[in-house]
């Protein structure tokens, strides 16, 4: 498996998490979600489709 370095958001009080390693969706969610803290992590596998990049219609 594949080894990349990825964003994980996450809410202060941990309900919520969010990983992603797509440019465009990173700065989106910055933007968006202002109250989410953020740390670098290391994710394994295929790179997961981005719906900001290639929205489902």
Same mark, same amino acid.
């Given at each position: /498996?594949?080894? $990349?370095?990825? *964003? !994980? ?6 309900? !919520? #998490? =969010? ?5 465009? =969706?990173?700065?989106? #969610? @910055? $933007? /968006? $979600?202002?109250?989410?803290? !953020? @740390? $670098?992590? *290391?994710?394994?596998?295929?790179? =997961?489709?981005? %719906? %900001? ?5």
């Amino acid at each position: /498996m594949k080894r $990349r370095k990825a *964003i !994980e958001f996450y809410s202060p009080d941990g309900t !919520e #998490t =969010w990983a992603g390693d797509c440019p465009r =969706w990173i700065a989106i #969610t @910055r $933007r /968006m $979600r202002p109250d989410l803290r !953020e @740390r $670098r992590v *290391i994710v394994y596998g295929k790179p =997961w489709a981005c %719906s %900001s990049c290639h929205p489902s219609h």
